[in-house]
């Protein structure tokens, strides 16, 4: 790709971050985009076949990054011996959250684009996504659980879904309301030991 080439698709990004933060996804204007970028629409179709296929180059790599990242830490416990997942079930998801906070911050437009600019989009999944291995893993771990001898009493599931919902919801919040980085951590921290808690005390543990 050559300099000029380099430089016209710099502009229609930047334009396309702009407009989209501005108005989201729905009602953002590729007539506007192409005009704040100062390109012609022929330009504009040299890259990117559409307004969704633009949305993707600006997202996609970094919402299949926080998938992997969280399926990845999923993976990891369900490695861990049964007999120790127990001591590890704070650890194992602590250090996945941190680092998901971490690197929604250094992309922190990009992430404001999924979580409040993406509907109508595959994105705008994200939340129910993460819900659904969530929800897996959990009764993964409760299985465990009943395996060990320390079985959970019934959890409702509909109680469930709202308790998971509710705790994606309020880790994304940090990044919604760009919260000092410093303060996140903090309140990342807080927000872990409250459900953890709940969750021990939900599971009879």
């Known amino acids: 790709m050559s300099e000029t080439e380099h430089t016209t698709l710099h502009l229609i990004l930047s334009a396309a971050m702009q407009e989209f933060l501005e108005k989201g996804y729905k009602s953002a204007s590729l007539r506007n985009i192409v005009k ?4 012609t629409t022929g330009a504009f179709y040299g890259y990117y076949d559409s307004k969704e296929d633009l949305f993707e180059a600006l997202v996609g790599e970094h919402y299949n990054f926080l998938l992997e990242r969280f399926c990845k830490a999923q993976k990891e416990f369900a490695e861990i011996p049964p007999e120790k997942q127990p001591d590890n079930l704070s650890s194992t998801s602590g250090e996945c959250m941190y680092d998901m906070l971490l690197y929604a911050y250094e992309h922190l437009n990009e ?45 409702d599931e509909r109680l469930e879904h709202i308790l998971i919902t509710g705790m994606f919801n309020t880790f994304f919040e940090l990044i919604i309301h760009e919260m000092p980085l410093e303060e996140a951590k903090h309140y990342l921290k807080e927000m872990r030991a409250f459900y953890t808690a709940g969750w021990m005390k939900i599971m009879g543990q």
């Open 36 to 39: 704040t970028a100062g390109v």
């Open 111 to 155: 992430f404001k684009l999924i979580l409040c600019c993406s509907e109508g989009t595959r994105f705008s999944k994200l939340i129910d996504e993460m819900v659904e291995i969530e929800t897996k893993g959990t009764h993964d771990y409760l299985a465990v659980l009943e395996k060990l001898g320390r079985p959970a009493p019934p959890i």
